[in-house]
Each structure stands twice: as C-alpha cells, then as structure tokens.
C-alpha cells in the first residue's frame, strides 16, 4: 500500500513537473517572437522594437544589440506593443501590422493603413509598461584629464545614474563626484548624492520624495540634507525622451562654516533628455531649485546639463556642465561653481 501511495506521489511530482516545463517552454516561445520586421530582400528580423525615428526603425536584438534599420528597406512591421505613430497629418496609437499585403496599425476604430515611409516619428509610453516589464538601466559617465607646464593639475570627475520604471512607479538615484587639485592643492572637492521616488496616480500627475545629500569642502559646507515631498505633472515619457517637473517643500539639515541650521525650504525641480538621429545623441538636463526660508541662506540651486553621443549601445561620449550656485556662500566664497567635463560613459 505504501509502495503504491510512493509511486502515486512519484507519478503526481512528475506531471507536475512536465506540466510547468511545458508552460515555461510556451512563455518562452511567446517571447522569443517579439516584433517582426520583414525586409524587402526576404530577410526577416525580430526583437523588440524600440521606436521609430529618422527613416531608421530602432530594433533592439539579443542576437546584435541595437540595429537600426532604413524604413524604405522594409516590406512589413508587426509588433506586440501599441505606439503613438505621428504622420505629417495625423497622430494614432495601435500596434503595427500587415493585413491582406498591406502595412498598417490595429488601432481602437479598426485597422488602418499606413506607409512606413510617411512615419515621422513612433514611441512608446514608458510609464504605460505593465508592471512584470520594470526596466531598470544604469549608466557611468568618467571624465579624467591632468595638465603641466606654468601648473600642475588633475581632474577627476564621475556621474553615476540608475533609473529604476515600472507601471505605478519610478526612482532615480543618481552620484556626482568631483576632485581637482592644482598644484598639489585641492582646488574642488564635490560630493552631491540625490536620491527621487515618484508614485503616479494617473498617467500624468504622480506624488514625490526625495533626499539629497551635498557636501563641498572647499565651500566650507561640511554637509547638507535635505528630505522633501511633493506632486509633480510627468509632460513627456516615451521611447525618446521624457519632462517632468515638480514642486514640494523639504526639511534642510547642514553645517556651514562649522555652523549647524534646521530649515524648512521650498524645492522645485525639472529633468528632462531627450534622444535625436536615431538615438544616436542624447541631450539632457537636470536642475533642482531649493530657497531656505533662513534669511541669511536663501536660494541653492544645482543643475547638470550635457550631450551624450553613442558609439554603440552600450558605450558613448559626453560633454557635461554642472553647475552649483549658493545664494549667500562662505566669506570669501565665489556664489556660483561651474564644472565642464568631457569623458566616457558605460549603460548598463
């Protein structure tokens, strides 16, 4: 009886087993299909299409990376997703498909054909995403130089980003860290860590919080903190490019001069960045406005703002300028610091 009632269990575990193999294999296919772009010559590619834009369809790949593909080359597109396909007369949301020989869009009224060719732009609403397609990205972007002659100097200079999107939500941590010494004297010595949450309860507006902390030795700012909240208004988030701005207030904990100060401030911020020439270039802007209500503090404001050129999916040039303005610095502290930076960045 036992030996019966151990074979039935065995007989049970193994269906079940093959039961969810068969299922993972199906996912597995499902997946592997993506979208599909059918080349006039008869070739046939597939991954995941991430937009359209000038003439090119950027095809994203687990076989070659990113592809980017002439549209007057391509007989059909499918795709699993829906865009916002923008033609010179008309905008409209569906997912690409060939019907009976002809390319167009499944929308909600039914299909419509459309040419590829009259397609002057294709994205998609990042924040539209499911939740169990959460895309987290990181990026490193490293500027070092050194210089002789009348003076000696080395510059050393290092963004780190990591974007964490999903459905309902979206964080942002991002690091900037900059050393110069001349001369054998430290002429910067820059710390600024920040760390956003943004929670959206419509496709636009989204509640927010965030922490920052900054700390620049040479401005005698030992360190300062600053936690807030807020509501912000997401103005543009797609496959090429995103805007958002927000308002809150923040409580300021720093120590200047040796000087420790509690404050409640009023925080704006904006980001912005946005992809030309077929992702090739990226443009992008980052800026943070803070006023300690403290009358002999008032306003602090920091900002980064660059271009970042791709030599390949993973690796690109960049060209930054950060900037941090003090309203009422240290005696004998310039108010505004201006960092330009020229280097390499990793996406990760």
Not at 11 to 19: A, E, F, K, N
Not at 103 to 118: A, C, H, N, P
Not at 302 to 324: C, H, K, P, W
Request: hydrophobic content about 40%.
């Amino acid at each position: 009886m036992n030996k019966a009632a151990g074979l039935t269990n065995t007989g049970s575990r193994g269906w079940l087993v093959t039961v969810l193999f068969s299922c993972w294999l199906m996912v597995q296919a499902v997946a592997a299909q993506g979208d599909t772009v059918s080349m006039l010559n008869g070739d046939q590619l597939s991954g995941k299409v991430d937009g359209i834009s000038g003439t090119r369809i950027i095809l994203e790949t687990p076989y070659a990376g990113r592809v980017l593909v002439d549209v007057e080359q391509v007989q059909s597109l499918a795709s699993d997703e829906a865009f916002v396909v923008r033609l010179s007369n008309a905008t409209m949301v569906g997912n690409f498909d060939e019907v009976d020989g002809r390319q167009g869009l499944v929308t909600s009224e039914g299909f419509k054909t459309i040419q590829l060719v009259k397609v002057r732009s294709a994205s998609q609403r990042r924040i539209a995403m499911p939740e169990f397609m959460s895309a987290w990205t990181s990026r490193v972007d490293l500027a070092v130089s050194s210089s002789d002659g009348n003076s000696i100097a080395q510059t050393f200079n290092t963004l780190i980003e990591s974007d964490l999107k999903s459905q309902y939500a979206a964080h942002n941590m991002t690091a900037i860290i900059a050393r110069e010494e001349g001369d054998e004297t430290a002429t910067k010595d820059l710390i600024d860590l920040d760390y956003g949450y943004k929670r959206f309860f419509s496709d636009r507006w989204f509640g927010s919080s965030n922490v920052e902390y900054f700390q620049d030795g040479l401005k005698e700012i030992d360190y300062r903190i600053s936690m807030g909240v807020g509501m912000g208004y997401q103005f543009i988030d797609n496959s090429f490019g995103s805007l958002s701005s927000e308002v809150g207030i923040s409580s300021v904990q720093e120590e200047v001069t040796g000087v420790r100060q509690h404050n409640p401030a009023a925080r704006w911020a904006l980001d912005f960045n946005r992809y030309l020439f077929a992702k090739r270039i990226e443009v992008f802007h980052r800026q943070s406005f803070l006023y300690i209500s403290e009358e002999d503090r008032g306003e602090v404001i920091s900002s980064s703002t660059g271009l970042r050129y791709a030599l390949n999916e993973r690796i690109d040039t960049s060209f930054r300028v950060d900037m941090n303005y003090e309203a009422n610095p240290a005696p004998g502290k310039f108010r505004l610091d201006t960092t330009y930076s020229l280097g390499l960045g990793v996406r990760f």
